[in-house]
């Protein structure tokens, strides 16, 4: 394989078997391996074996930045600099639960804020991490979040269902992650303080406050309401990775507003003017203009700018990353014996529709679909014609419609 000279103790004969770190390599004919290449090949076995993330399995230790932007890669596209903070952050946190500081030194938690508009893959972002991981990890969509002893959701629910989806297991889900989804919609209505309480905006970012920072909290198994009869279960949250991320429209006009300032006055100087801020120029005292309250701000101190994807990524993400869409209708056309294809034209054209609707990567599952729909509800019919390939170009993207 590498040309090394070969290790006497890793030789084996045909039909030997050769033991390494717990692999058995079966030789069927006399083969030598070096001892560099069976820790390599025992590496990449490793890389792909399957993890299931969404029940609580056993932690990685000691990950390592570079290995789970190595993962992202292969799922999300594009994002190399919020990967690269995603990874270190990912990484800090874990160092932080499994290798407690000597007494008197306290690591504080470094929850994450991921800012970028939607379709971005934020969310996947959190979810293919927490996957490679193998911890519990669910998503939690603030919008449905109230103070508690109102109508809603009360923060504490999303422990119960984190707690379920660790199997009840209280150890595990103490490590795991909860993705808070549209954490903007809970912004402050305005930046004056109100008579009136604002349950489900300032209101839930105050309720949020000791969740994330770390504290216990007496939880109902999901599924159940709190009652004085049933047994509570206490979770310390000190250990769970809060990443809250949204969309934030908006915040750009105030970061537009603080970066070029006004142009009002003789002798003012002309500066010239953007379409809009750049999430990486956000500040904090953006985020509180937004509607977002001091104290919410600093328990999350790692904020990642999730670019918008480009045209070339879009593609991407429609054709090559792991799981692409096109890969996964090709599968459901090929339980009916059809062949599906797309011309170059045709996927680009269903790129630009999502560009134009601004939706992002979210996007194109819904236009990959409302291209396909016509040809899903035939594909019986197509089976019978004896029809067993379907190639769609550019004019069925315009304009979708059957086989005749």
């Known amino acids: 394989m590498c040309g090394r000279p070969f290790t006497p103790s890793l030789q084996a004969g045909r039909g030997e078997e050769l033991y390494r770190g717990g692999w058995a390599l079966r030789a069927k004919e006399s083969v030598a391996i070096c001892s560099d290449c069976v820790v390599l090949c025992q590496t990449l076995i490793e890389e792909e074996k399957p993890t299931d993330g969404d029940s609580a399995g056993e932690v990685i230790e000691k990950v390592e930045p570079y290995a789970i932007m190595r993962h992202l890669d292969k799922w999300v596209v594009g994002q190399k600099s919020a990967k690269e903070v995603l990874a270190v952050a990912i990484t800090n946190h874990y160092k932080r639960v499994f290798n407690p500081p000597p007494k008197g030194l306290t690591i504080h938690k470094g929850n994450v804020l991921l800012l970028g508009p939607t379709g971005c893959g934020k969310t996947l972002l959190a979810q293919t991490v927490a996957k490679y991981l193998n911890v519990p990890f669910i998503v939690a969509d603030a919008t449905n979040l109230t103070e508690a002893g109102y109508v809603g959701e009360d923060v504490e629910s999303m422990l119960s269902v984190l707690l379920a989806r660790a199997d009840n297991d209280v150890a595990k889900a103490e490590r795991g992650i909860i993705f808070i989804d549209e954490i903007d919609k809970v912004a402050r209505k305005s930046e004056n303080v109100s008579i009136t309480r604002d349950v489900s905006g ?203």
């Open 202 to 404: 300032e209101g839930v970012q105050q309720a949020l406050l000791k969740i994330v920072e770390g504290t216990t909290c007496r939880v109902a198994q999901h599924g159940k309401r709190k009652h004085p009869q049933e047994p509570l279960i206490e979770i310390n949250t000190k250990d769970i990775l809060f990443i809250a991320g949204g969309a934030f429209d908006g915040l750009l006009d105030v970061v537009k507003a603080r970066t070029t300032g006004t142009n009002i006055g003789f002798g003012s100087e002309l500066k010239e003017d953007s379409k809009s801020g750049h999430f990486k120029d956000v500040k904090a005292d953006d985020l509180m203009k937004f509607g977002m309250i001091p104290e919410f701000i600093g328990r999350f101190p790692t904020t990642i700018n999730v670019e918008e994807l480009t045209k070339q990524e879009l593609i991407k993400v429609l054709t090559t990353v792991k799981n692409n869409f096109i890969d996964q209708y090709t599968y459901l056309f090929s339980i009916d014996e059809i062949e599906l294809s797309f011309t170059d034209d045709a996927v680009e054209e269903i790129v630009i529709n999502c560009m134009n609707q601004k939706t992002g990567a979210r996007g194109l599952q819904t236009e990959i679909e409302r291209v396909l729909r016509p040809h899903m509800f035939n594909s019986g019919k197509y089976k019978k014609k004896g029809i067993t390939e379907l190639n769609i170009d550019k004019e069925l993207i315009i304009n979708p419609q059957p086989i005749k």
